[in-house]
């Protein structure tokens, strides 16, 4: 019921839209909204001490008029010029020749670029590396305190790196000994294999 109820009213008020329209745009003034009582009073006493208050509003006032034309605003808020630098750098880009060598970039050591500057108290990867790598050949010389001291870490941590983490070693055997190891195990293996019985026994 509700829904019929609804379509019938919008068909109500859209109903001679047009023509309602005509009438309202060729009246010659159209009907000021309703003022309230506190906005009439201050009208009534701004009326009483200046008659022609309601001709000047109405009227154009030149001297005022070039008074705004003389009057220029201009800022120097560095956001707006960093806006400002930033668009002509864009245009700049946008009219730079394209590359001519296609060729991918190289790509970082480790993987990403590596920081120019380090915070005291971090360090990159490959610092850490190299002091890790520096405590496993000579931990007597490269200690905690002394790679502490270094790089300006802390001791703390820098015990906990050393424990936790390790590189890997490469070791690449002398053929030599690869071959007289390959020569024992063979003499093991013909050593322990069964004789075979002789032919006809029981």
Known sequence: MGKVMSMVARKANR???ENRAHRVIEREKPTPAPKYESNLRDMERTLELDPKFVDKLNKKDSVLDNRLKDVYVTSEDRYIQRVLDR??????????PLPLERKAPNDFEYGYQEPVRVTPGRCTLRQALEFINNHQLDAETWTAKKIADEYKLKQGHVEDILQHFKTFSVYIPDQKYKDTLLT???????KERPSSPPEGST
């Not at 668009?87 to 730079?96: D, P, T």
């Not at 024992?184 to 013909?190: G, N, P, R, S």
Request: charged share 30%; hydrophobic share 50%; net charge neutral.
């Open 15 to 17: 109903f001679n839209a």
């Open 87 to 96: 668009q002509a750098a864009e245009a700049v880009k946008e009219e730079r």
């Open 184 to 190: 024992q195990a063979k003499q093991m293996v013909l």
